[in-house]
């Protein structure tokens, strides 16, 4: 009799003997499942594979050693093996040389599929991920690169760089080069530096955030790598000198003119311009206080933590001076900045090329005429009188379009006005452009595609206004568009992803309603409502997120708001300052910001 035979007999055998002892209706069907199952599956082929029992194939290496295997547990474990059994010659062969791989590697990637497991060693580690990446097994690639990113330090973290580069491990060549950046001043000490090529060279000097003191430190680091082997990179300092951003030395002339000095310098047409640059920048800002950088050596390098951070403006109301302060979003720290000698509560605020701090009007009497800026690229930055406008203007709007400054209506002592003047960078002194087409103070300014929105305000002190307006440069004129849903004064106003966001304010109560103006449709929606009423809050846009700093709604509102737009939600931060927040602007992190 044949085992299928016997089989059926004992089948046919049982269910005469099988009597029902459940009713259907008494219990429900149950799943079970074996989590042991796969496991001990594993296990059994594994030791089948040891014994060399079914094997169906064997990979033969360049060294003459065997790894036996079953085909279908390697097809369903690698892209790399399906494609080899369905499709090529060795898919009706039982033996297969493997030249790509070294016989303990393939036998440790084998042994892995087989079990899920692997040890990682520094001596293994380099010929294991290139090899896990032929064999397209993800994890193993993955904790290979895991364990190098564990091993960084300044010794090493150039050659993982490469090799990470090389084997397109785009997580691994992040950190490494994250850690290049801030470890950089120790990373010039090591023999890998002076053995870069001049690419990396310029891949590494021309990084934002390089963590130095000085630019000094980054000059320094070119000249070592050059002079390391001078005959052949002596040609290339031009090209390197590029990335180096000289002028940013303007307060520390010394140390210029002992670049200057340099050898290697001297003579050399292609790197005189660049120092010629940094001299002229420096005697622009010998007898001008604002001088917009032209380019990006021009630009001060920014490092540690977030690169951005919002400087507030507060006030005490016995005090007459105006407080401001530096608040970094990612580690919610606060400290203190420069601080205005005049109270501004009713300035406008705008920066340019997020270096430029401007305070706009905004003080009692004919001073709401004077304007204040603040570079915050200075290494000691301070507040420095600039050109008064033309008219006084307290409760005024302010915007930035290019390099340009903005303040339109806002009260002038008497009156409400509409008219509008621009700060021209060239001449350094406001002229009259076009006004809007009604008084507007206490009112919100957008920018948003090249245009400059007023938003809202009151033209009589007392009621509000649902109308907007925008400004075109190029056409010198103003255009009205549709009206937000409720009237607003001292409203908030925030531009993020080519959206504008209308925030509180006051129309006969204090509002915590948003709303938003999308210009694809030319309409006004609403959105989440905040948590908070607020009365003149600071509004600051930053990493995909919307700030609402402060405000006022019959007591001071000491909080920030974050609107996520994504989810449509907005999350409270506390600030327990104790002063009224009435504004706040995201600039360049601060050299001295800690």
């Not at 951003?245 to 290697?264: C, G, M």
């Amino acid at each position: 009799m044949s085992v299928k035979e016997m089989d059926a007999l004992q089948i046919s055998s049982c269910e005469n003997y099988i009597k029902p002892v459940l009713k259907s209706n008494e219990s429900a069907p149950t799943h079970f499942r074996n989590n042991f199952h796969s496991v001990r599956i594993l296990e059994d082929l594994q030791s089948l594979r040891k014994n060399e029992v079914f094997c169906d194939i064997r990979f033969e290496t360049d060294d003459g050693t065997l790894v036996f295997g079953h085909k279908n547990v390697l097809i369903a474990a690698s892209p790399y093996f399906r494609a080899m059994f369905d499709h090529f010659d060795e898919s009706n062969k039982d033996l297969v040389n493997i030249r790509e791989l070294d016989s303990l590697v393939l036998q440790i990637l084998v042994d892995y599929i087989y079990t899920g497991e692997f040890i990682a060693t520094k001596e293994n580690v380099q010929v294991l991920l290139p090899a896990a990446n032929i064999l397209q097994l993800d994890f193993v690639s993955a904790a290979c690169a895991e364990f190098l990113e564990k091993q960084l330090d300044a010794s090493n973290c150039l050659g993982i760089w490469a090799f990470a580069d090389l084997h397109n491990c785009t997580d691994l060549l992040s950190s490494c080069e994250a850690f290049i950046k801030k470890q950089f001043l120790e990373v010039v000490k090591t023999d890998d530096f002076l053995s870069l090529s001049s690419e990396d060279m310029v891949k590494i000097i021309s990084c934002n955030d390089l963590a130095i003191p000085h630019e000094e430190k980054v000059f320094e680091s070119v000249v070592k790598w050059v002079k390391h082997d001078l005959n052949l990179r002596k040609d290339v300092l031009p090209e390197l000198l590029e990335h180096v951003r000289l002028p940013t030395l303007a307060s520390k002339p010394d140390i210029l003119f002992n670049i200057v000095n340099e050898p290697l310098l001297k003579n050399n047409p292609k790197c005189n311009k660049y120092v010629l640059e940094a001299f002229n920048f420096i005697l622009q800002k010998s007898f001008q206080h604002f001088t917009i950088p032209q380019t990006i050596r021009c630009k001060s390098r920014q490092f540690g933590g977030s690169q951005k951070v919002i400087l507030m403006f507060n006030q005490y109301d016995t005090s007459p001076k105006c407080y401001t302060e530096w608040y970094d979003p990612a580690t919610m720290l606060r400290e203190i900045a420069p601080g205005l000698n005049e109270c501004r509560k009713f300035a406008g605020f705008g920066v340019i090329s997020d270096q430029y701090v401007f305070a706009v009007g905004g003080v009692n009497g004919s001073s709401s005429m004077s304007v204040s800026m603040l570079d915050v690229s200075s290494q000691w930055p301070s507040w420095v009188p600039m050109a008064d406008m033309l008219i006084s203007r307290r409760q005024s709007g302010v915007g930035v379009l290019g390099d340009s400054i903005y303040a339109a209506g806002g009260c002038d002592g008497n009156s409400t006005v509409k008219s509008v003047e621009v700060f021209d960078v060239s001449t350094q002194k406001w002229r009259m452009v076009s006004s809007m087409t009604i008084e507007r103070r206490k009112f919100g300014v957008g920018v948003l595609n090249n245009r400059l929105y007023a938003v809202g305000g009151t033209s009589n002190g007392r009621d509000g206004l649902k109308s907007v307006e925008y400004y075109d440069p190029s056409l010198d004129t103003w255009t009205p568009v549709a009206d937000m849903s409720e009237k607003r004064y001292g409203v908030g106003v925030g531009v993020l992803d080519n959206l504008m966001y209308a925030i509180g304010g006051y129309g006969g109560e204090y509002l915590k309603s948003v709303e938003v103006y999308r210009p694809s449709d030319g309409v006004w929606s609403s959105v989440a409502d905040m948590h908070f009423s607020r009365y003149r809050p600071g509004v600051a846009t930053l990493d995909g997120l919307l700030y609402v700093i402060g405000g006022k709604n019959g007591t001071l509102v000491d909080n920030v708001e974050i609107y996520n737009p994504n989810t449509n939600t907005w999350t409270i931060k506390l600030s327990g300052s104790g002063l009224l927040i009435y504004g706040g602007v995201v600039v360049d992190r601060p050299h001295n910001y800690h």
